[in-house]
């Protein structure tokens, strides 16, 4: 059926942020775009996994940081490889600002973010739809904007060839999201990425 069609599609990376109370979290996506000029709205969907999701459906506020293509891979592994469930991702980092709303936008390895109101929630299963009206806005570099594309070959770190095999020549499945390597012959069906976080079908054997 072609599924790399889906992946022709280019796709944004962002770092979407909400706070509750004391909360501060966030996480990385790769979907959010202005859906209307006027008034000043875009569209973020958000998987319901993400305890972002909870507190962005709880509070109705949101930011979104866009990822530019000065970004290193710190930004994902602390933003996107670990829950807020369990650490408080902005432990230590201090490039942020807080916008007018309260929230923390990112400020490093990002071009501009956006602060907005929800309007609308529409829930989609795995994900829920959120529509919401940008409160403010900032430019914050002149670099690229990145693609899900570039973070692929120019963020993630680039397995070594040799990997393909171990000694024992066992088999090796790569994550293709953040490049987590299982050895065994076969990947259980069930299995998550403990990086990341991606199920089993975002893995493929290493040739
Ligand atoms: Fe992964």
């Excluded at 290193?72 to 902005?90: C, H, M, Y």
């Excluded at 109101?117 to 795995?126: A, E, F, P, R, S």
């Excluded at 990145?146 to 680039?158: G, L, R, V």
């Amino acid at each position: 059926m072609g599924l790399g069609v889906m992946q022709r599609f280019s796709y944004g990376l962002f770092v979407l942020t909400a706070r509750e109370g004391e909360k501060e979290n966030g996480c990385i996506i790769n979907t959010a775009m202005q859906v209307t000029a006027n008034p000043n709205c875009i569209s973020v969907a958000v998987n319901k996994q993400n305890y972002t999701h909870d507190m962005i459906l709880r509070t109705g506020r949101l930011a979104v940081s866009i990822i530019s293509e000065e970004a290193d891979f710190a930004l994902f592994t602390r933003f996107g490889f670990q829950s807020g469930r369990e650490v408080n991702k902005f432990e230590g980092f201090s490039d942020v600002k807080r916008t007018a709303d309260g929230l923390l936008a990112v400020t490093a390895g990002t071009n501009a973010y956006v602060s907005a109101k929800v309007v609308t929630t529409q829930d989609l299963g795995t994900h829920t739809l959120f529509i919401a009206e940008v409160t403010e806005m900032e430019e914050l570099s002149d670099a690229p904007s990145a693609t899900y594309a570039f973070y692929h070959t120019s963020i993630k770190p680039q397995p070594e060839k040799k990997s393909s095999q171990t000694e024992t020549k066992q088999t090796v499945w790569r994550c293709k999201i953040c490049g987590y390597e299982y050895v065994g012959d076969t990947l259980p069906e069930d299995y998550i990425c403990p990086l990341c976080k991606h199920p089993a079908s975002d893995f493929e054997k290493v040739e």
